[in-house]
């Protein structure tokens, strides 16, 4: 299935490429990564002419920096708003009163916020560890890449770095992990890829935090960096944006920070910049 899937996320993202290479004019737009399974169009608006529009037709270093200046206009939240802001953004599409969590893919009572087993708390995708983030008012608190999860999965990934293998997480989802690092489930290695991706354009080190940058190691410790590169590349690249993930986007948009991960809407853009 995911074979599938990255074939036609890599034609999608040949066709953009040639569109985005033809544009001459602002009046010239790509349209958006779409979800393969969305049953609500909660991004169908075309974003490339607004909020984009400085960053279409560049590439690399050229497009990361305009990247960085459109999603750094945001509204930050401290860390005790984003409990509720985390029952918006991941609720449970078949099941108001519940969220989806991250790893383990388990549907849970918002009602169970909090540290003790049975709960979910507020993971840190961008463990916070990698670069001191703390949870004062910045990148601790940046909902783009803070995930409801198990309290006991969470406390299994820790601050680990991603790479692919190790043994099953108990109650995981079918996620892994080995000494230095944590493999997500199937269905959300896209959305942690373009979590971390999103992170390390934001924080470039010019708002008193830590210059965040991906890079192509395990076992980072405490310096400000996360990998590894090319698997995150790869899960990018083999689970596209899915309709969960898109509204995720869009409701953080529309009703919290007021800023887009970019990579949700043009997963093709890593490659470029990466």
């Known amino acids: 299935m995911l074979a599938i899937r990255t074939r036609r996320r890599r034609a999608a993202a040949l ?6 290479a033809a544009v001459a004019a602002p009046s010239l737009t790509a349209t958006p990564a779409t979800a393969t399974t969305a049953s609500a169009a909660t991004t169908s608006s075309d974003y490339d002419s607004t909020y984009y529009k400085d960053a279409i037709g560049k590439t690399g270093d050229s497009l990361k920096s305009a990247l960085h200046t459109i999603i750094s206009d945001q509204t930050k939240l401290s860390y005790s708003a984003v409990w509720d802001a985390l029952k918006a953004t991941d609720e449970d599409p078949d099941n108001s009163g519940n969220v989806i969590l991250l790893y383990s893919g388990v549907s849970r009572s918002k009602s169970l916020n909090g540290g003790d087993t049975g709960d979910w708390n507020r993971e840190h995708v961008w463990a916070k560890s990698h670069g001191d983030l703390g949870t004062s008012t910045g990148p601790g608190t940046d909902i783009h890449h803070l995930r409801p999860s198990d309290v006991r999965v969470n406390s299994v990934r820790g601050n680990k770095d991603f790479d692919n293998g190790g043994s099953a997480v108990s109650e995981g989802g079918g996620s ?4 230095d690092s944590f493999e997500p489930r199937d269905a959300v290695k896209g959305d942690v890829a373009r979590m971390i991706f999103y992170m390390a354009v934001r924080y ?21 960096y996360m990998g590894k590169l090319s698997v995150l590349k790869a899960w990018n690249d083999e689970d596209p944006p899915d309709a969960f993930e898109e509204r995720r986007n869009q409701v953080i948009y529309d009703e ?11 997963p093709e853009w890593v490659e470029s910049i990466w």
């Open 176 to 179: 892994l992990t080995d000494s």
């Open 15 to 20: 066709a953009t490429a040639a569109v985005l």
């Open 204 to 224: 470039e080190g010019g708002d008193g935090f830590a210059d965040l940058e991906v890079n192509g190691q395990v076992d980072n410790g405490s310096n400000p």
């Open 256 to 266: 919290f920070q007021h800023n887009r991960n970019p990579f949700v809407d043009h």
